[in-house]
């Protein structure tokens, strides 16, 4: 239907019209549309995308995990290297906000301490909330020293105890007594980050290798689709364990994180290089392209001007649908032990902790990074999904 | 409501369909009413947008997203005596499902996308019989043969177990009719038919709709734009504009007497491309501005792994014609006869096995246009343009107007900057668009707006020389019409030379100097476009003319005459 807005006003007034409708029709506007057509396509996309009620939902959610992730140090409570041997499978404490006492009650965030008891049959310590004893939360409070952005030194924390030392585990402690919920903190760094520096590189390696696929054609494309099938049909996960089982052992805990990343791109790039290559084969038969080249126009400002515009989109789509496989992936390789090493802390790291039956039964909390994950790939996904139906505005 | 006396199966009455854009509300159809008579066809006639295909999808009550707000649809059985209000039935009920397929069958402008492609021609049709009518499973294959031969399907008990990608669009089209008609409904409503269809093809088809009529008895509702299929077929004309019945009547007082202004300026159109005078051509003396010789292109066939090798396609064969500066050469055909690749070869697309094409540049040199290394320099794409068939793929969706045609003159250093502005603006201009459109991006503008757009990204170089493949074939009559008269008056005025491919014969009269007719990749017969239209030497030709609708009732070409008794 091309019925117009202005059909709705002109018509009434209109009734006897001649053939030149077309002239009627200069300023009308497709129906679906408030716009006067002025509008680029980010715009369109935009107001698709918000359109998607999840979506929308989901790109808040990694707001706040990116926040999280450049601001772990501050936002930590506690070191996450820290070790307090007293504090081993500390339960999680409840904050609380208003402190009663017998003056009254005023606004006052606290939690609780612990009181310690060994158990007389199993020898097994065991953590219960002493009432009596009140550790005082405060924000912004003096805590570990650290480096904001590497550079400002600071001690400052959001949230922290008023006595440096006293414990404050608000999801609870590790094995070690380490805080969980700064360790999940430094992990949601370190898992988000392989998961964009791991993406970016299969961009660039799918962009350009299916970017010439798709343009030239030919003998290479025959043999970069050969390469495809052969990487896709390979078992990924011994694969990963081959490759992470060659490294040596003396690398330091970043290279070994930079070579993670590398494996798994040199493996995901694959999809990304069918997505532009299908794309780069469909928009070469488009009339506008052979427009552009009848226009005199070079290859390069053909591929550049006419036709990477029309599939940036689809390549942001295919890059964030590509995010949780990747953050997945390195959760998958450091659980296996053959990822990411101690000291280094990720979500994958962190799950290695939550490997025993027995402890998982005393320390449940152990496996909230499993949940950190399930947010954030469910997160990804369906903002993947919302950019990919919003990705081309102009099908119907 | 009561019976009517006389034979009205349907009746559409003030029927309102609303379309429903967050707070805009749009009325597609606005207070409907007409009669639908047994044995006699009503065409519902007016430009894209006027709300046709909305009120037949009322009728059968499938207009979601839309609403049908108020109005009533009543289908009359004539023989029990029943009466069944349709717009006011659940879309998705029983009721209405018992009556569309088995009292009322649609059928579709595009074939291919309404018939199933993984079940065989035969199982669809069977599926249709044995859905509305209780016969077992041989009794429904004896009659989906019968309905294949009905509608003069060659060899119907081998074509029945074919499938859908193994027939022509024509073939299609007549299966789509046999399977509407295998449940003998009261009312066929056909929404485009022939649209996708070339002119000896849609011949058939209408021939073969109303011939199927007269034996069925039934009722015809025929959706179109084109106001020759309208004068072929109909008995009755509905015409529509924006949702509006504007004017209703006999075949012959719309076209005869029209009272409405629209109906009048529609029909005009129509006559005016028919019987216009055909103009002197131009001198055809000097030097041509292409000279084609014996150009032959072969599209080898793929290689298949088993089965039979496809033999291939000889796409051109030996043709030679001249381009004569300043003249409009027609190229018609089917499709499938080479007009298409014609133009690609000399816009360098295709190199021919055999043959050259010399192109006279600006400059005085000359060029082989059948050898790749004359497209090099860009020489010949400054001074042969094109001008696509389809408006919507050939602008760029993420460039503004100005984008668009500045480009040309932008990669070729001709203007840069508020030059170039200037120059859009100038373009936009004498395509007869306002210059204030050209911050706006392609999706804000009509078909006939966004061939305007073509055409002036076309001039922007002042170039010798314009193919036009098929530039109006995607758009409706009097849009048609309009953007010809534009194409005439920049011929006249920048005296470049047009070659004008199309598959439609009827628009050749009116806008061509000289015409060559193609066939199966070979020139069958190269005339002034008078000689060929009023006198043609070929069969091919005379096949080719006598398919074209003629827009005047009392002088049809392709159906007998309405006989008087009627």
Redesign the interface.
């Given at each position: 239907m091309t019925m117009t807005t202005e059909n709705l006003s002109a018509a009434e007034a209109d009734k006897d019209i001649v053939a030149t409708t077309e002239d009627a029709q200069l300023d009308a506007v497709k129906p679906g549309l408030q716009y006067g057509g002025t509008e680029s396509q980010w715009q369109l996309i935009r107001a698709r995308f918000r359109r998607h009620r999840l979506a929308r939902v989901s790109l808040w959610i990694m707001a706040v995990f990116a926040i999280v992730a450049i601001f772990a140090e501050f936002l930590a409570p506690k070191d996450p290297h820290d070790v307090q041997a007293r504090y081993t499978y500390a339960p999680p404490q409840a904050l609380h906000f208003i402190d009663r006492d017998a003056d009254g009650w005023r606004i006052k965030p606290y939690v609780y301490d612990y009181k310690v008891e060994v158990e007389a049959e199993s020898l097994r310590r065991v953590f219960r909330i002493d009432e009596t004893k009140k550790i005082y939360v405060r924000f912004f409070a003096e805590g570990f020293e650290y480096k904001l952005f590497g550079l400002i030194p600071m001690n400052r924390h959001l949230i922290g105890p008023e006595k440096k030392r006293k414990p404050l585990f608000l999801i609870g402690s590790d094995r070690l007594g380490r805080d969980m919920l700064s360790r999940l903190i430094y992990g949601t760094r370190i898992s988000l980050s392989v998961g964009l520096i791991g993406v970016s590189m299969s961009l660039f390696l799918g962009v350009l290798i299916g970017g010439l696929a798709g343009f030239y054609g030919g003998l290479f494309d025959a043999a970069t689709q050969r390469v495809i099938e052969f990487l896709r049909s390979l078992p990924t996960i011994p694969l990963w364990m081959g490759l992470s089982a060659a490294m040596p052992r003396d690398w330091s805990p970043l290279q070994i994180y930079f070579a993670i990343t590398l494996i798994l791109s040199l493996l995901g790039w694959t999809e990304l290089a069918r997505v532009v290559r299908g794309r780069f084969l469909a928009l070469k038969s488009e009339d506008y392209v052979s427009a552009a080249l009848y226009d005199g126009a070079s290859h390069v400002r053909v591929v550049l001007r006419h036709m990477v515009p029309a599939f940036t989109s689809h390549i942001i789509t295919a890059a964030s649908l590509a995010i949780p496989g990747m953050i997945l992936a390195e959760t998958a390789l450091s659980f296996l032990g053959l990822g990411l090493q101690a000291p280094v802390i990720s979500w994958g790291v962190l799950l290695q902790e939550a490997q025993n039956i027995r402890v998982l039964a005393t320390a449940p909390w152990l496996l909230a990074p499993g949940l950190a994950i399930i947010v954030a790939v469910l997160a990804m996904n369906f903002i993947g999904d919302g950019l990919r139906d919003a990705a081309d505005p102009y099908t119907h | 409501m009561t019976q009517p006396n006389d034979d009205v199966i349907l009746r559409v009455d003030r029927l309102n369909v609303d379309?429903t854009?967050?707070k805009?509300?749009?009325?597609?159809a606005?207070d409907v009413s007409f009669d639908l008579r047994l044995g006699r066809t009503t065409c519902l006639v007016g430009?894209?947008?006027s709300g046709k295909s909305?009120t037949a999808r009322a009728i059968m009550n499938i207009v979601e997203p839309a609403v049908i707000s108020s109005g009533a649809v009543t289908l009359f059985d004539l023989k029990e005596g029943e009466v069944l209000e349709l717009a006011s039935l659940d879309p998705d009920g029983a009721e209405i499902r018992a009556v569309r397929g088995a009292r009322i069958a649609m059928i579709f402008q595009e074939p291919m996308s309404s018939l199933s492609p993984v079940h065989t021609i035969g199982a669809q049709i069977i599926e249709a019989i044995m859905l509305h009518q209780d016969v077992d499973k041989h009794e429904a294959r004896k009659r989906a043969i019968e309905a294949l031969r009905d509608v003069h399907i060659h060899d119907p008990e081998r074509a029945v177990d074919r499938y859908p990608f193994e027939y022509s669009g024509g073939m299609r089209q007549r299966a789509m009719i046999a399977m509407a008609l295998a449940c003998e409904p009261d009312v066929l409503i056909a929404d485009e038919p022939t649209t996708a269809l070339d002119v000896t093809t849609q011949a058939g088809i209408l021939k073969l709709i109303r011939e199927l009529q007269v034996s069925h008895g039934m009722a015809v509702m025929f959706i179109t734009h084109d106001m020759g299929v309208v004068a072929e077929i109909a008995d009755d004309v509905v015409v529509m504009?924006?949702?509006?019945v504007?004017e209703h009547g006999a075949v012959e007082q719309i076209f005869h007497e029209p009272k409405?202004?629209?109906s009048r300026?529609?029909i005009?159109?129509s006559l005016g491309l028919n019987n216009a005078e055909a103009r002197p051509a131009p001198p055809t003396e000097g030097t041509p501005l292409i000279s084609a010789r014996d150009l032959s292109l072969f599209f080898p066939g793929q290689r298949k792994l088993l089965g039979k090798p496809d033999p291939g396609v000889q796409t051109l064969k030996d043709v030679s014609f001249d381009l004569w500066p300043g003249e409009i050469l027609g190229v018609v055909g089917e499709s499938g006869s080479g007009k298409t690749t014609l133009g690609r070869v000399l816009?360098g697309?295709y190199q021919p096995e055999a043959g050259e094409a010399l192109y006279r540049t600006g400059s005085g040199d000359v060029r082989d246009l059948a050898d790749r290394n004359s497209f090099r320099d860009?020489q010949v794409?400054?001074e042969i343009?094109?001008i696509?068939?389809?408006p919507y793929?050939?602008?760029?969706?993420?460039?503004?107007v100005e984008q668009i045609i500045a480009?040309?003159l932008w990669?070729?250093n001709i203007a840069k900057g508020a030059a170039m502005r200037d120059r859009v603006a100038e373009l936009l201009e004498i395509v007869g668009?306002?210059p204030a459109?050209m911050?706006?991006?392609p999706?804000?503008?009509?078909?006939?707006?966004r061939q305007r757009i073509?055409i002036a990204?076309a001039i922007a170089l002042e170039p010798r020389i314009i193919i036009a493949d098929e530039a109006t074939s995607a758009l409706d009559g009097?849009?048609r019409a309009?953007v010809l008269d534009l194409l005439l008056k920049l011929r006249d005025e920048l005296g470049m030379a047009i070659l004008f491919i199309a598959h439609d014969i009827g628009v050749v009269r009116y806008f061509c100097d000289r015409v060559v007719v193609m066939h199966k990749g070979q020139i069958v017969e190269t005339g002034t476009a008078h000689q060929i239209c009023d006198a043609p030497r070929e069969d091919y030709t005379k096949a080719l003319l006598s398919a074209v609708p003629s827009p005047d009732p009392r002088n049809r070409k392709i159906m007998p005459p309405l006989s008087v008794a009627e």
């Open positions: - | 379309f854009f967050g805009m509300n749009l009325k597609a606005r430009e894209s947008g909305v504009l924006r949702g509006d504007v409405h202004s629209y300026a529609l005009g159109a816009m697309k860009k794409y400054r343009r094109m696509f068939q389809d793929s050939s602008l760029n969706p993420r460039m503004t480009e040309p990669v070729n668009l306002s459109m911050e706006r991006y999706h804000a503008f009509s078909g006939g707006q073509g990204r009097s849009i309009q």
